[in-house]
Structure formats: structure tokens, C-alpha cells
């Protein structure tokens, strides 16, 4: 058993294992933990959606529904492999279980399979999984026909090792749901299938000692920002970047804003259309913010998003801009930090926290990047 690591820890220990990461908005504080304590934590369960491949899964994990409210798990492991980070806390996915599959987790004692579930949710003596438990639901039907993409089942793997590595736990520390409880099936995939498309649990646990084996590696954008350039100094290009034209945000929504003035000053370092760099490129930058309508008890949650010239967008981290006391009109400084390649978009999201209209009037970057 061990203390839940922080959400900022849990992000890192992701990203440093290879795993690409969106962050749902409002993540770190979304939880059940006035249902019941949080930890300490004994390992991490995995589950499917039963959710078809057009079916976005990342909302109803998140919000739950009549009978059980979200979040229902700490993250969605989409089919391409991304995955979202939903909560922090106790979440509504183990429910009860049997209480000798806990002691074979915690005491990583059993062979292939831990010993067969006699327990699940409403039964006397059941334990209390969601207290205990990471959870990651993994997008599939679960009929044991909708296969399982290589990359969802590799970021299974790496997703399940990072938290193994945080919390100094080995790969018997995880387990499927269908072993921690005898009313579930989850996850279920085709079987005789090859490795990289296996959710047998027997399986992805031998994978994930793999890794464990081996030093974590590094995703698009987690490594170190700081540049290195052994020989000689750092070549650095300063930006300008613009957006002057007025965004109502209304409350509850996030809205995409991308830039219409760009200034460098050096020539030929960027494409056309919301800045796309023409060198792979690290980069540190503030954002400034002007907006009016935000109340002094309410915020806004910002991020940058990076999209690649196939059009997957990559999100940051979440950092948050409050109204305070200033006659609803603010102006805010928001300190952001990324790698690009070639080609890359970025733009930024803002999100309305609050419960009336907010005004973006403008925003400017001051960005820094180097090549790398």
C-alpha cells in the first residue's frame, strides 16, 4: 500500500513513461471524496467502456449518470492510445471486491492470476475498491470481437507502469477488474490474439514488468525544456503573437483561440496561419490576457494545445486565472512551456469557470524558442 501521489506527480510519472496526455479540464479536484476516504492506494484496475469505436467515452466517464455519478475512473485510455486524465480521487470504478484478491495484490504474492473472485458490489465482507484503487477505463465494447488497437493496449501497459514506478509497486500490483470482483468481465478481448493486441491480464502484467525493467522513456513534449548545446551558446528567436479581436466565453465552455498577428525578429522562422514553426523547436512563453466580466471569486482555466500537421492536438497543463478585485476587468500573465515540430499549430483553449459571460478582449505571447 502507499499515499496517493499528487496530480502533478501522476502527470509527470505519465508523460516520463512514453504516455501522451490530455488533461480534461477541472481534473485534480474531481472526485467522490465525500462519499468516502481516498487511499492509501494498493494498485491499479483496469476496465472497459462497452462503448462502440464512434463513442467518445471521455464524457460519460467523467460525469457518470443517474445511477452511479462520475468521475468513474482517474483516466480514459482512448483507441489511439491518448489518454485522459478525468479525476484525482476516489472515483466510482472498483466497487466492492474480494478481500484475498487484496491481500494477494498488496503482498504480490500470486502466480499468473490472483485468486479467483468470490465478492463483488452489495455482497457481505466485500472490500471497498474505490478507496484503493487506480482506475483506468479503457474504450471498447467488451464482447471479446472489438478489438483492441496495438496503441490503446501499449498505453494500457506504459499508463499502468508509470503508476507502478510512482508508487514502488511491481506488475502484480495491477489487475482487471473481472479479477477483483466475481461480477465483471472487464477487460475482455478477442483471445489467440498476438501480444500487442492482448488485454488478457496474464499478458499486459508480463508487459508491464518489462518496462518496469527498463528506465522510463520520454513522450513528445515531456522531456526538459532547458536547452542544451554543449560547445557553444543557444540560439534563441523571440515572437510576438496577437489576438485582438473580441471572444464572448460563456460559462461552463471552453473555446480554441488561435493568433492573427505574428512578429519575429528573425525572418523565415515561421508557417502561415496560427503560428507553425518551420524547425522542430523548444519554446517558453508568457501569455497575457485582458478580459473584463470575471467576477473577483471566479477564473478562468487556460491551456496551450499543439497540433501536428495530421491534425492530432496535443493540450498542457491547466493553469488558472482568477478575477480578484479589479472592476471585472482583468489583465493576467500565464507562464507556458512546450516542444513543437515542424509544422506544429499552436493555439491555446480558455475556459470560463464561472457563472456569467466573460469578454476576451485580447491576448499577446511572448514566446521564446530555440531549435533543437
Known amino acids: 500500500m502507499a499515499t496517493p501521489i499528487t496530480p502533478a506527480a501522476l502527470l509527470r510519472a505519465l508523460r516520463e513513461e512514453g504516455v501522451r496526455v490530455v488533461e480534461e479540464l477541472g481534473w485534480r479536484t474531481r472526485n467522490r471524496n465525500h462519499r468516502g476516504p481516498w487511499g492509501p492506494v494498493h494498485g491499479v484496475m483496469i476496465h472497459h467502456t462497452v462503448t462502440g469505436p464512434k ?66 458490489n452489495g455482497d457481505p465482507g466485500a ?24 496503441a490503446q493496449v501499449e498505453a494500457m501497459v506504459r499508463a499502468s507502469a508509470a503508476l507502478c514506478r510512482a508508487q514502488g509497486w511491481g506488475e502484480k500490483s ?92 528573425e525572418p523565415n522562422q515561421h508557417g502561415s496561419g496560427g503560428f507553425s514553426v518551420l524547425s522542430n523547436a523548444d519554446w517558453s512563453a508568457v501569455l497575457h490576457l485582458h478580459v473584463s466580466g470575471l467576477k473577483a471569486d471566479e477564473s478562468l482555466a487556460v491551456r496551450h494545445v499543439e497540433t501536428d500537421t495530421s491534425g492530432v492536438s496535443e493540450a498542457g497543463p491547466v493553469a488558472h486565472v482568477d478575477g480578484r478585485l479589479n472592476g471585472g476587468s482583468v489583465t493576467r500573465a500565464v507562464a507556458l512551456q512546450g516542444s513543437m515540430r515542424n509544422g506544429d499549430v499552436l493555439s491555446f483553449e480558455v475556459a470560463n469557470l464561472g457563472t456569467g459571460n466573460v469578454t476576451l478582449h485580447d491576448a499577446r505571447l511572448i514566446l521564446l524558442s530555440w531549435p533543437l
Open 127 to 150: 472490500t471497498d475498491g474505490n478507496r484503493g484503487f487506480w482506475g483506468f477505463e479503457c474504450e471498447n465494447l467488451g464482447d471479446g470481437k472489438d478489438p483492441w488497437p496495438p
Open 174 to 265: 495491477v489487475i482487471g477488474h473481472l479479477e477483483w470482483s466475481d461480477q465483471k468481465s472487464d477487460p475482455h478481448g478477442p483471445v489467440g490474439v498476438k501480444d500487442s493486441d492482448s488485454v488478457v491480464m496474464p499478458d499486459l502484467r508480463r508487459r508491464i514488468g518489462e518496462r518496469l525493467n527498463h528506465e522510463p522513456s520520454w513522450s513528445k513534449g515531456s522531456a526538459p525544456t532547458t536547452p542544451t548545446n554543449p560547445g557553444g551558446p543557444v540560439s534563441a528567436n523571440l515572437s510576438h503573437l496577437y489576438r485582438a479581436e473580441d471572444d464572448i466565453l460563456l460559462p461552463g465552455s471552453a473555446q480554441r483561440v488561435y493568433w492573427s498577428v505574428e512578429h519575429a525578429d
Open 55 to 120: 463513442v467518445n467515452a471521455v464524457p460519460i466517464c467523467r460525469d457518470g449518470y443517474a445511477e452511479l455519478p462520475g468521475p468513474l475512473c482517474h483516466g480514459v485510455i482512448k483507441r489511439d492510445g491518448t489518454v485522459v486524465l478525468i479525476g484525482y480521487g476516489r472515483a466510482n470504478h472498483a466497487g466492492g471486491g474480494d478481500p484475498r484478491v487484496l491481500a494477494a495484490v498488496v503482498g504480490e504474492t500470486y502466480g499468473q492470476r490472483p485468486p479467483a473472485p468470490l465478492y463483488g
